[in-house]
């Protein structure tokens, strides 16, 4: 098995400092799609890169968590079929949220890791020890990020993350064992 | 916050003028994709990004409207979601419902943008003060356009387009701070 | 109005003589996306750029047909909404189906052009006059054709032939006219 | 019909020992998205072209089986539509289910061809005589596949190893002539 990740060693620094990544969903989890049928019910879709990313962060140990300005059935079904940690969903006031959670878990900003695409993501970017942007961020998000995904939000973003995490902490191939031990 | 945007002088004496943004629905709102299901419910694609397009235009005072030859409960979904000022759906004669609306605001046409992609949006492009096409848009309608917007319809072009007229007006940074407020 | 379009004299003197579009479903009015959800229910993304082609060949006197080996509510209903002339659904034998529709019509198959983009649609563009492949059509279907789409399906393909035959007729024009006449 | 494929003289060795074609479903026989509706309702998008592929498989006396963690309605519609021989579905070992499946058939390993995409494909990739991944793979799966598709799952993948596998048999060709003869 050979991994190869570039990372500067600033990211390792920060990425090994992280104990729960927090992420907004519409653009991150998806490709920014607000979906919706004649009826309104409204449609999402994720991937399933990303939702084996999100096991893998599991299983090493960090925490996971959703902060989106919308709430939907959409972003609950799937937050409970991956195990989600913190959902906080329809808050227009996504610091507030992030307080709420930092004080909570009593961990320091530079202990979380938060990944947006959009104006309301840049508050909360601007606190955390690694701001993440996707790679079809606005551009205002990604001048605030410390890094770019080479992925698109829906197209395997977070999971892009996650592995980029568990590489600077040494526990990439661990994780990558522990899927497949459980696969055999 | 850097903010760099390319616009033409012309652009800009055209956009400052600009007090109601209009735009069709189908690929321009969406990619242009027209969804069924086996039971003949409709469903459409948005885009968040557009969204909070919408949102930024409002806050900065500018009207919103949507005409449609097209009628359906996806896109009154939406509009209601996002605080459209004016819906003109399954409407054939698009000059009509144009006539109607500036007669009732007591608006001149070159206080109009009007966001197309197709040949039932070029009456009204003919008419409005900044007549804009998508990227995919056909031929005929970009001939017709001031400005063809770099992303394309159900991909953030009208976010191209709100930002690019609030930028000429000089307030594009309020309206960011604005949504940032909100959001701390 | 400026209307660029390149065609062979070939191609023209063929689709001058065409009467009827005939077009397969999946993979050319679609982008051959089969989707279910978890009841069975089927849904199919459609264009409305080619919508609007099948309007404009219907304002230029031509017949529009679908002929698929799958039945579905999904082309029933948009079938119905542009108002197809003739419908071949869930039929595995498509030369026995045209011809039927040719000794209906009394039309010898010179006046038929057919859409495909699979191996199941060659047999019949063997047949017609004007046989043309969609951009993601397979390479066997792409060698029995007269003319390859620069659009794929699901992306404005039909709408593409369309343009190409009215314009070959010298219609293009006039047809785009009358459009605009509707919406004014 | 000029039929051109470039393979390997080891791809032709092992693909002429293969009597069965596994797959994964999400990131195979789908582009990896995982969709959901506001009441839960999960939606799958497959691909047309890869219909025909298994019909080819099947006309050529191939089996066709598919191995996925996840269990959906929507996996067991197209599957039935199709006509799969083997469904292991909720299976998170999928070694466990490949050693039943080859027990059960009493073949060896190299009589399987499998592809995959991501992590959990792995173990069982290892154990095959024809482990493939698509384009979309992840590279440690990528790393383990014997060959890698050009097309992207969801997008025809499965269609491209099952023409390659008759190609390399030299019975491409009857299984194109028997797909027109039902079409005729």
Sequence with gaps: MELKYQISEEFAERARKVEVILMDCDGVLTAGEIVYDSHGVEIKHFNA?????????????????????????????????????????????KCTAFADLSKKL?????????????????????????????????????????YVTQKKGGEGAIREVVELILYARGSLEESIEKIWQVNQ
């Design 49 to 93: 890169h990303d939702g084996l990313g999100i096991k893998m962060a599991r299983l090493a140990g960090l925490k996971t968590g959703i902060i989106s300005m919308r709430d939907s059935g959409t972003i609950r079904t799937r937050a409970q079929e991956l195990g989600y940690d913190f959902l906080y969903l329809g808050r227009m006031d």
């Design 106 to 146: 009593n961990l320091e900003p530079e202990k979380f890791c938060f990944v947006g695409d959009d104006l309301p993501d840049v508050p909360v970017m601007q606190l955390v020890g690694l701001p993440v942007a996707v790679q079809n961020a606005v551009d205002i998000v990604k001048q605030q990020a410390f």
